[in-house]
């Protein structure tokens, strides 16, 4: 922190407007803007003087003295912390990382659906398990009202994945037939690719705004 010297012959012109008709002796008190408190000023042969002590209390400032010289040091008020807007850049990345997850796994049901189910039923299991710890772990990662709004989004957007896989799985179990364009016209299908491109919006902008589609 720099220190600001004064003499004390001047001190009053940095912290001081003085008022008019000049009176000997004549004591007023002085107001520094932005800080609580006054300070006793004495005029006299029309100068006006402020105890240099009362003055550091007043601003929160602290004295040394160095030879003929007085040293005035204020102390810097703590910085306010800055609202907090948007993604963090902990939460973004892994929200993310967890949209790719879903993705992976509407892609792997997607393929299932077209060029016929893997014969081992535990396939998607893998795909679930993955995009479930990446959304977890979304949720850890946010600090941000923006984050926990978001994390709630990705939750949405995983649960919508969980239905439609269910869906599909046990339609295969039923024996029922799956046109290999099934999820082109399935609504939870669109749902979700509404929400996906909603997410990546978000992301881009690294702002959070819900315009609905992932509800």
């Known amino acids: 922190m720099r220190a600001t010297r004064l003499c004390t012959s001047f001190i009053w012109a940095l912290y001081f407007v003085a008022s008019s008709s000049a009176q000997s002796q004549q004591r007023t008190?002085?107001?520094?803007?932005?800080?609580?408190?006054?300070?006793?000023?004495?005029?006299?042969?029309?100068?006006?003087?402020?105890?240099?002590e009362a003055l550091a209390n007043l601003t929160n400032s602290s004295l040394s003295f160095s030879g003929s010289q007085i040293i005035l040091m204020p102390h810097s008020a703590p910085a306010s912390q800055p609202e907090s807007h948007g993604f963090s850049k902990a939460f973004l990345n892994a929200g993310i990382e967890a949209m790719s997850e879903i993705r992976e796994w509407r892609s792997a049901l997607q393929s299932a659906i077209q060029y016929g189910f893997p014969p081992n039923g535990d396939w998607v299991t893998r795909y679930r398990d993955a995009a479930m710890k990446s959304v977890r772990l979304a949720s850890v990662a946010a600090s941000t009202d923006s984050d926990r709004n978001g994390s709630q989004l990705?939750?949405?957007?995983?649960?919508?994945?969980?239905?439609?896989?269910?869906?599909?799985l046990l339609t295969r179990k039923n024996m029922t037939y799956i046109a290999p364009d099934a999820l082109a016209n399935d609504p939870l299908d669109q749902k979700i690719i509404a929400c996906a491109h909603a997410l990546a919006a978000m992301a881009a902008s690294g702002q959070f705004h819900d315009d609905g589609s992932c509800h």
């Open 154 to 168: 990705l939750s949405k957007e995983l649960d919508h994945m969980q239905q439609l896989s269910d869906k599909m």
């Open 29 to 52: 008190t002085l107001t520094v803007e932005g800080h609580s408190g006054q300070a006793p000023v004495i005029q006299t042969d029309g100068k006006f003087w402020v105890d240099v």
